[in-house]
């Protein structure tokens, strides 16, 4: 950043932060402030915190949850009676989670917490390297064509779950930013998977039964770029490594493609976030946050399938974390 510009917003201290889709350039301090005023605001938007809340925090050792546990310390100190309870998930990726392991600990350390580690072998016996061996020699058709990232998400998820249901929490708070919403957004319109659209959001439904934790997103308005910003003003303990397997996801191509239209189109990542959360406004609107791909009528709501396994809810006969580790078992 040029050495003469001054902080747009206090025109005191030196600019450090450009924003380009705004226009504006800030100083440390100014960039923190609006950065926190960004998770506020997303909690008042979506109603995420609640004093007596017992969050599980997922951690991974990377920038976003990095950033997400630094502002809900404060928050929640702020808010009051609230208890946080960081988890970092052990996939089993070697040369990679060990390291961002080390510095989700040094992170916790730094706030005062201790780090609860669940990990894939816990829960399957196995890594998730053995995982991906296993799913290449495979010839079950539904397993070998399984990525690696959907097979991590879907036991990731389904484990922090787990984890939160054990721990007593009432929460589970995901560092998802800006940039994975958009993402994750364009990847169900491009696979044609409107359904996909009203199934996650800012805050996930409770479904009442006791087995599945409401997830929510107090990152959902702060740009990846942003966070990786925070984390270095804030002096947080981040791992920057990438994991072996990012280059099979096809959320690749679609973060590439968000990326360069970025760079061209300063805001684009801000409008594909807004038209993501107006739809989803009008799904909830006209059929009461029910499945946009079925909806027959108002009144006629589509009953949620629980899993045969684990009863947890899902749209088939077994959701697909069971189905994975029933593939394990073979
Ligand atoms: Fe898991 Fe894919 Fe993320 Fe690697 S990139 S940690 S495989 S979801």
Redesign the pocket.
Do not use: K, S
């Given at each position: 950043m040029n050495a003469e510009i001054t902080c747009n917003c206090c025109r005191k201290r030196k600019a450090v932060v450009g924003l380009e889709y705004s226009g504006l350039d800030l100083c440390g301090q100014c960039f923190c402030e609006l950065f926190e005023r960004r998770v506020r605001k997303a909690n008042r938007d979506f109603a995420m915190l609640r004093r007596g809340d017992r969050i599980v925090v997922g951690v991974s050792g990377g920038k976003d949850s990095a950033a997400m546990l630094h502002v809900l310390d404060k928050l929640a100190r702020k808010i009051g009676d609230i208890t946080l309870i960081p988890v970092l998930i052990d996939?089993g990726?070697k040369g990679y989670r060990e390291k961002a392991k080390k510095k989700a600990e040094a992170l916790c350390k730094a706030h005062g917490y201790k780090l609860t580690v669940y990990s894939f072998s816990g829960l399957s016996g196995k890594s998730?390297d053995q995982i991906i061996k296993l799913r290449n020699k495979s010839h079950d058709p539904q397993f070998s064509s399984m990525g690696?990232?959907a097979i991590?998400?879907t036991l990731?998820k389904y484990l922090l779950n787990k984890a939160a249901l054990k721990l007593n929490a009432n929460k589970v708070a995901i560092g998802h930013n800006a940039d994975d919403i958009g993402q994750t957004f364009l990847m169900n319109i491009l696979r044609a998977d409107p359904d996909g659209v009203s199934r996650f959001g800012p805050v996930s439904e409770n479904d009442g039964d006791g087995l599945t934790v409401p997830r929510i997103k107090p990152l959902i308005y702060l740009p990846e770029r942003e966070c990786a910003y925070y984390c270095e003003l804030k002096g947080l303990s981040y791992h920057l490594g990438e994991?072996?397997?990012?280059t099979?996801?096809f959320r690749g191509l679609v973060k590439d493609f968000l990326n360069d239209s970025e760079e061209k189109y300063p805001g684009i990542k801000f409008n594909v976030l807004k038209s993501y959360l107006n739809l989803r406004a009008q799904l909830e609107e006209n059929y009461g946050g029910k499945s946009a791909a079925k909806p027959a009528t108002k009144s006629s709501s589509i009953p949620s399938n629980k899993c045969e396994k684990c009863g947890g809810k899902c749209s088939k006969k077994i959701c697909r974390a069971c189905q994975i580790l029933e593939f394990l078992k073979k």
């Open positions: 996939e990726i998730l690696a990232c991590c998400g990731r994991c072996p397997y990012a099979e996801a």
